[in-house]
T-cell receptor
């Protein structure tokens, strides 16, 4: 099992460009999450999904959109990138129900210039 | 929403000594409290977690205690080793993490040889 994977690992964007980050999991997990990590800020929840076809906003959703068309994939989109979105993005997944542990992907380092 | 405070931000201990990291949370409805370890450039890894119906949990050199009345929980690492050097994050969640985790800002633990 690959666990949770993220594509790409690194990306540099110019202000105003768009991109999509892909998260994939092969553990048949029901729940998936996108977090961002900034220096000294810990991890903050952007959006999450509790099942295929469902999404919900987290703590810092502005400027991002998400989609969960397939159970194993969770996409994070930036429509018009801003320098404030420079961050490391982590995807996580969990089985759901009474199993709480979240498994994290390796992260995507995004720089917006 | 939930707010998690974590202290200290940096902790330096001698190898073999114990380390204690403390967190407080604001929402009395929170029922799941995980601790993650993150090495430089790596993903967060769950090291121990506790649910609100338990006061203490131990796994070898690591233990977590929870005081629901005071709304605080702590991570205890005994007999520290060089490989314990990392950033540690506490987190809290309502609904067992289904709607995501709220993280503290992290503690940089340094083990001095």
């Amino acid at each position: 099992n690959a666990g949770v994977t993220q594509t790409p690992k690194f990306r540099v964007l110019k202000t105003g460009q768009s991109m999509t980050l892909l998260c994939a999991q092969d553990m048949n997990h029901e729940y998936m999450y996108w977090y961002r990590q900034d220096p000294g800020m810990g991890l903050r929840l952007i959006h999450y999904s509790v099942g295929e076809g469902t999404t919900a906003k987290g703590e810092v959703p502005d400027g991002y959109n998400v989609s969960r068309l397939k159970k194993q994939n969770f996409l994070l989109g930036l429509e018009s990138a801003a320098p404030s979105q420079t961050s490391v993005y982590f995807c996580a997944s969990s089985y759901g129900s009474a199993t709480y542990e979240q498994y994290f992907g390796p992260g995507t380092r995004l720089t917006v210039t | 929403g939930e707010n998690v405070e974590q202290h200290p931000s940096t902790l330096s201990v001698q190898e073999g000594d114990s380390a204690v990291i403390k967190c407080t949370y604001s929402d009395s409805a929170s029922n799941y409290f995980p601790w993650y370890k993150q090495e430089l450039g790596k993903r967060p890894q769950l090291i121990i977690d506790i649910r609100s119906n338990v006061g203490e949990k131990k796994d070898q050199r690591i233990a977590v205690t929870l005081n629901k009345t005071a709304k605080h929980f702590s991570l205890h690492i005994t007999e520290t080793q060089p490989e314990d050097s990392a950033v540690y994050f506490c987190a809290a969640s309502i609904a067992g993490g289904a709607d995501g985790l709220t993280f503290g800002k992290g503690t940089h633990l340094i083990i001095q040889p």
